[in-house]
Every structure is written in C-alpha cells, then in structure tokens.
C-alpha cells in the first residue's frame, strides 16, 4: 500500500472521532475533492510523461536511420571495386600467354643457337667445344636443355653427344648433323639441320631438306600421319636415297619430348588423325646406306630418368640420382653434365650402375652400315585451327 492511502485513512478516524456527523459528510466531500485532485495530478503527470516517451520514440526512429545513411558509402565501394578489376585484369595477361607463345618463345632460342653453331662448325673444330657452346648460349637466351647437344657425324644418325673428355673433331669430307633442344616451362623446341664439308652431299642434305618442307606444308588438323609417311618416303627416294624406317617425327607436349604419336619417314603406316593445339617435331632421315640403324652400345653419352624408386647401395649412385632428380627429372640428360657435378670417374661408375638397377635408360649413338651417310632436318610445328606455325624458323 502506497503512503497517500495510510494518511487517508488516518484523517478519516480523527474527524468522526471529535466532529458530528454533518461534518463528517463535509469532511467526505474534502476528501473526494482530494482524490480527484490527485487524479487530476496523475493524469497531468502521466500527460507529461507522454511527451517523453514520444521524444524518446522520435529518438529512437532518428537512431535506426543514422546507421542506414552511414550505410550508405559510394565512394569507399567505388574503391574497393576498382582494386578486385585491376586483379582481374592482371591475371587474364598472365593467362594470355599459353603453349604457343612459350613453343615460339624457345623456337626463337633455338634459331639462334642454330646460327651460331653454323659459325662455328668448321673442319678441325671440337664436337666437345660445340656441344658446350650450344648449350652454354641456350642458357644465355634464358632457355633450358630440352635434351643434349646431339652432334651426330656421317653414318651416325642420332644421339652422339660429347662426353667429358671427346677428342673428336670434324674432319674434312665429314657431313655433321646438329640437333638441338630448347624449352621454356616445359615446352620444347626440337630442330636440326646438316652440314657438309665434301663437295658430294648436296643431294642428300636436300633429299632430308625437301622431305621436312613438304611435311611441314602439308601438316595440319585433320591430316592423317600415313599420308605425310608417304610424301617423305617418295621425296627422298626422288634423290636416290633411302629414308630411316626406324626414326620418326613425333609429338611433343608440356615436359614431354616423345609423345605417343610419331610421323613415320616411310609409307604404309598406320593413320592417325591430327588435331589443333597438338605439337610436333617433324624430323626426316636421307642415307646413303641401308635406311635401318642400329644402336652403338660402345658410344652411350645420353641417359633419361625412369619415373620409379630404387633402391641404391653405391654411394656415387646415390649422388648421381640425386643432380638428376634435382636438375633433369623431364628430359634427357649426358654423361657430361653429371660429371660437372660429382667428377667423371664417379659419374661412369654411377651411371653404369643406375643402368643395371633399372633406374635410368640409355639412349646410345644410332648408326647406318660404316661407310654410308645420313643427313637430318627437323622444325618444330604447332597446330592451329586450320593450318600450322613453325616455331624454329625465322619470321618471314
């Protein structure tokens, strides 16, 4: 009960106790005067306290539209949208440069290691000294090694490259093959020419020469691979001399120097169709000889990584494995550059070992009957829509 009614109450007990009763009805009245005075004043004060409570609403209505209007801020979403196009756009240019850009990008590479060596091929000049200049200036361009420096010498067809230590020179009447390997992030350049130094070769550097163009002209998708077997065959046998049955062009791919499809240098091939955005070493073979090779196993100087683990007891199998895991893991590699890394005698005895393990597999000197001839070309080819681009050759 609140105070005011106590006192009421009070009042009430002390009037009938010492007035009469006229008095007492007056005395009602005062008091129903007084009680609706009081209602009076509640409801004044209630009055008053309304206009607060509609302050406080107004207040409140005010409060919840500040933060809508703080909300709202064109200028800091204007900056933040600017910055994720400018990302955007910095990551499409980095995409724009796909595989025929970096396919052109060592093709470029490789025409200028080809025209020095054509410098500095000369009779009495170093097969060592030449590898180790081509593969030296490939670096210099910003290239990798795609494979060895092959330089392969009259009925030698393929895959001579220099060891540590070659004393072999190029003699007069000789006719040098120089095959060379450059890729950037995996994407190869593979090209090759032929020099001559007799005065009786000229047909058989065309014969490869004329046979290479006339793939290269016909090559494109939708093209089946007998049809360019065939148009190689009949040009180098228009010479007189015989296409390698053994050797081939062959695919290329992103740190893949041999793909599964290979351009025969002969007819009667099996077909299979070309299609764009595929790439292509198209490499032909003329010889005087019997157009079949055989491996040198005596002249081995080029190795490839096998993809598995094995397990190694020899030290110097241990370190050699671990430079070509290091360096070499894609693409073919030589005698030489390992020994640049863990000495010569230690690089024979672990390559030979690693040989026998399973763990590495040899790629020896090719070679026509003694006596005979073998001339190369090679360019590199990448497929477009309808037609094609050659990489390794000089912008018309």
């Known amino acids: 009960m609140s105070k005011e009614s106590k006192k009421a109450t009070s009042t009430k007990k002390t009037a009938s106790s010492k ?68 990302k955007k756009k910095a990551v499409g240019k980095a995409e724009e440069e796909g595989p025929l850009e970096k396919y052109l990008k060592a093709g470029e590479i490789s025409i200028e290691v080809k025209a020095l060596l054509r410098e500095k091929a000369k009779v009495g000049a170093s097969v060592l000294e030449l590898c180790e200049i081509g593969e030296a200036k490939i670096t210099e361009l910003g290239g990798k090694w795609a494979f060895p420096l092959n330089i392969s010498i009259n009925n030698i067809a393929a895959h001579y490259s220099a060891p540590p230590e070659d004393d072999l020179r190029i003699q007069k009447g000789d006719i040098v093959k120089i095959d060379c390997g450059v890729h950037i992030d995996g994407y190869v350049a593979d090209t090759a020419f032929t020099v001559s130094f007799a005065d009786d070769h000229g047909d058989l ?79 032909t073979f003329a010889t005087s000889g019997t157009g079949s090779i055989h491996p040198d196993e005596g002249r081995c100087f080029i190795f490839h990584l096998l993809p598995y683990p094995i ?46 393990k399973g763990q590495i597999k040899r790629y020896p000197a090719l070679c026509d009957v003694k006596g005979s001839f073998v001339s190369q070309a090679e360019h590199t080819v990448y497929l477009t829509g309808n037609s094609r681009v050659v990489t390794t050759l000089p912008k018309q």
């Open 311 to 356: 397990g190694l007891r020899l030290d110097a199998s241990r370190k050699a494995r671990k430079v070509i895991l290091a360096k070499y893991r894609e693409f073919p590699f030589t005698t030489r550059w390992i020994a640049n890394e863990i000495t010569y005698p230690t690089t024979k005895v672990a390559l030979r070992d690693l040989t026998t």
């Open 205 to 283: 550097i065309k014969a490869s020469e004329e046979a290479t163009k006339a793939a290269i002209d016909m090559i494109r998708p939708g093209i089946t691979t007998d049809r360019l077997g065939e148009e190689i065959e009949s040009i180098i046998k228009s010479y007189d001399y015989r296409p390698i049955r053994e050797l081939t062009g062959h695919q290329l791919d992103q740190n893949l120097l041999h793909g599964p499809i290979t351009i025969p240098n002969i007819s009667g091939t099996k077909g299979i169709k070309l299609e764009e955005g595929q790439a292509f070493a198209v490499e």
């Open 19 to 86: 007035k009469p009763a006229a008095k007492t009805a007056s005395s009602k009245k005062t008091t129903t005067s007084t009680e609706t005075a009081k209602k009076t004043t509640t409801k004044k004060k209630t009055e008053a306290k309304s206009p607060a409570k509609k302050k406080a609403t107004t207040k409140k209505v005010e409060t919840k539209k500040t933060p809508a209007k703080a909300s709202t801020k064109p200028t800091a979403t204007k900056t933040v949208t600017k910055k994720k196009v400018v």
